[in-house]
């Protein structure tokens, strides 16, 4: 094989640069293929004893730089169909059925540009074939292209290129029986995982609803305990209510007694033993005010703040200019007489119009 190797080595270093001219080529508006991408890989099943078959596809372009390439023509491509080298572990054996390069239109990309140029398809045919004692489970079978390699470090002025390399992954079974066997395993472990998933979900969802029940029962649970304090404290202020009910009644009755001192209907001063004569200070009720002017109508002694009465005259009648048409806007005349005993201080007179209310000066 290395003289193989060798005698392509020498057809291309006397036939490459004959073809390695520039050529022109339209852009399009497309992507580029896939080309030069090592390693190419491909992948097979196989049983011990027995053999397989397995293809190596790619494509390889020869870009001499961003403006050139060399087409892969006929002869070219009669070189690069050289039979590949095939690497692999001990009892698996690959041999080569047929390795074939064919010319093909690509889409390629040189420089910031895309186009079409002539590159080439490799298409490789190999027969593995397995022993008795062949190692079980992938296995991987590298097959190696120096003429594409040569081609490569001659035609393309391209460093840190990928040689040219294949790998073939071929998964080693027992036998088919071997293999169903495996293959109802993978099965029920993805029916176990899928039920262990599907447990897991409904788990996960009786989690949620359970914690949404206690979150449902803790909200009620707070509603409710709003709901008893407010109605305790709605008890408490009734207790503390009826608790100082008698002190508030005896306010209010308070309240009702002194009313006439705080909001009397007139508010009058006088000096003791001296008499005053006020016009038009009371209003006169609906069957008053229609007598003589002059006419004495209610007579009232008034009283201290122990309600001790005191010789303090307030007498009401009517306005001497009282006429007519006053209508329910009537009001009475006050005459104050105050004894020379009595003393100084405030001094409250009931009548029928209302509380009189009396200061008295020294």
């Not at 095939?86 to 390629?108: D, F, H, M, T, W």
């Not at 079409?116 to 593995?128: K, P, S, W």
């Not at 071929?170 to 039920?195: F, G, H, M, N, Y």
């Amino acid at each position: 094989m290395t003289t193989l190797r060798h005698r392509w080595a020498t057809l291309l270093r006397v036939f490459v640069p004959l073809i390695a001219f520039e050529v022109g080529w339209p852009q399009v508006p497309s992507v580029p293929d896939a080309y030069n991408d090592f390693p190419a890989v491909a992948s097979a099943e196989g049983f011990r004893g027995r053999t397989t078959r397995v293809e190596v596809s790619f494509n390889i372009f020869f870009d001499v730089d961003d403006t050139t390439y060399v087409p892969v023509k006929t002869e070219l491509a009669r070189i690069l169909a050289a039979e590949p080298i095939i690497e692999s572990k001990a009892g698996i054996v690959g041999q080569v059925v047929s390795n074939y390069c064919l010319p093909r239109e690509l889409n390629v990309k040189m420089g910031q540009d895309i186009g079409r140029g002539t590159g080439g398809t490799i298409q490789t045919m190999i027969e593995v074939s397995l022993s008795r004692t062949a190692p079980l489970g992938d296995q991987v079978i590298r097959v190696l292209y120096p003429v594409i390699d040569t081609a490569m470090e001659r035609l393309s002025n391209r460093p840190g290129r990928s040689h040219a390399v294949a790998a073939i992954t071929v998964t080693v079974w027992a036998s088919p029986e071997a293999k169903q066997a495996a293959l109802r395993k993978l099965e029920d472990e993805a029916r176990q995982r899928r039920q262990a998933e599907e447990e897991q979900r409904i788990q996960a969802q009786k989690e949620q609803e359970e914690a949404q029940r206690l979150r449902d029962e803790e909200a009620r649970r707070q509603e409710a305990l709003a709901s008893q304090r407010t109605s305790e404290a709605r008890k408490a202020a009734f207790v503390a209510f009826l608790h100082f009910l008698p002190e508030i009644a005896l306010g209010a009755v308070l309240l009702v007694l002194c009313a006439p001192w705080f909001w009397p209907t007139a508010s009058v001063t006088a000096k003791a033993g001296q008499h005053e004569h006020l016009s038009k200070v009371v209003p006169a009720r609906h069957s008053e005010g229609y007598d003589e002017p002059g006419t004495i109508l209610q007579t009232a002694w008034a009283r201290g703040l122990l309600w001790r009465r005191h010789r303090l005259k307030v007498e009401t009648f009517v306005s001497e200019d009282a006429g007519a048409n006053d209508g329910d806007n009537r009001r009475l005349d006050l005459l104050i007489s105050v004894g020379q005993s009595v003393r100084r201080g405030i001094y409250l007179a009931k009548t029928p119009n209302g509380p009189i209310r009396v200061r008295v000066e020294s």
